[in-house]
């Protein structure tokens, strides 16, 4: 969001500290508006033990994020919870809550709406408004913990927007939410995933923050993966898997890839065998997903049959394959669609 004031949730406590020491107040200030951050404190008025001068500086100078629930659907079908939220500027992003046997997952959203136009995508079609600042994104984990009164112990940011296109404040992001003044959550269960922009995905791995990476990958070569991906005219695949390959050497995290089936596009055994020989000896997984079929678009998922053979397939040749469970199909109608019928439904009303 473009505001002149200062955001705080997207300061670490070192920056914090050098901002109210740069302004007269004692270190230990620093530590205690952490504190009402982490509990929640959307406003300088209910931090009861700060004096009245920094109170007015923070209220004056500075602002803290929060996130809305606009809406809340929850599955008929087992835990998953699906969240709009909303922030000060009024625009809005998803998030999925899912319950696994090891704890609770998140996915957010790291900008609202994608430029990267993948034409089988729901957020790619609803083109591009704005990128999320870093407490935008752990206002998300926050309100979703507070609603649901859970703690969440895993992230993935595979909601609406290209994370490596917002590059700076996902860094961000990543540093405050592993960090123990923060969420504290770990790095190792954290993901992220990109459509593939080759130079982030290099950047990214100099940070060695040993984080996951999901690349969607789509198709098993650049003539089937330009057909609905954009950016694979700019980075083509034979780079885009050597940065995986250096992504996994400087952090020691396997790669997935993402790759949704889509009937007559992608999913022939032909395709399989393609992607085989190009993911050999990779150490991979392969997350295959049936396309959800979204508006607007004419593609439609592959038949369970198909899926089966392109599984058998990777399998037979040493590539760990698994198609993904779907959970909170009723609700789920793939990233960015909730969105985009909140968006239609208020046009509707005006
Ligand atoms: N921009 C990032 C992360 C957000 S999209 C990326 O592209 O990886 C999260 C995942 O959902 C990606 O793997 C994306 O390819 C996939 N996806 C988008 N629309 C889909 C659809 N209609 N069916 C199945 N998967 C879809
Ligand atoms: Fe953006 Fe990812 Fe959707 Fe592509 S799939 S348009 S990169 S959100």
Known sequence: MTDSRIDLKSLTQAELSELLTDRGFPKY???????????GAVSADE?????????????????????????KLISRYDKTVKYLFSFADGECVEAVVMCYR??????????????M????????????????????????IEAA???????????VLMGMGEPL???????????????????????????????GIVPKIDELAAYHIPINLAVSLHAPNDEIRSRTMPVAKAYPM??????????????????????????GVNDSDRCAYELAEKLK????????????????????????????????????????????????SDINASCGQLRRNHINFKKEDE
């Open 165 to 195: 296109d917002n590059f700076e404040n996902v860094v961000r992001f990543l540093q405050l939410v592993t960090s123990e003044q923060s969420l504290n959550i770990g790095a190792r269960h954290i993901t992220l995933s990109t459509c």
């Open 281 to 328: 000896g990779m150490g991979c997984h392969v997350n295959l997903i049936p396309v959800n079929a979204v508006e607007g678009t004419h593609y439609t998922k592959s038949s369970v049959k198909r899926q089966q053979s392109f599984v058998k397939i990777l399998a037979g040749r040493g590539i760990a394959a698994t198609v993904r469970r779907t959970l909170g």
């Open 238 to 263: 034979e780079e885009l898997l050597r940065a995986c390959r250096d992504y996994f050497a400087a952090t020691g995290r396997r790669v997935t890839f993402e790759y949704a089936l889509i009937a």
């Open 29 to 39: 200030r620093a530590k205690q508006v952490m504190d009402w951050l982490q509990k």
């Open 117 to 140: 136009g993948c034409t089988f995508c729901a957020t790619g079609k609803s083109g591009f408004s704005r990128s999320l600042t870093a407490s935008e994104m752990i206002a998300q």
């Open 145 to 155: 913990q507070r609603d649901l009164h859970v703690r969440i112990s895993n992230v």
């Open 102 to 115: 090891h704890g609770y997952s998140i996915c957010i959203s790291t900008q609202v709406g994608c430029k």
């Open 47 to 71: 931090m009861t033990n700060l004096p009245a001068d920094l109170k007015n500086f923070i209220q004056n100078y500075c602002y803290i994020s929060v996130s809305i629930i606009e809406k």
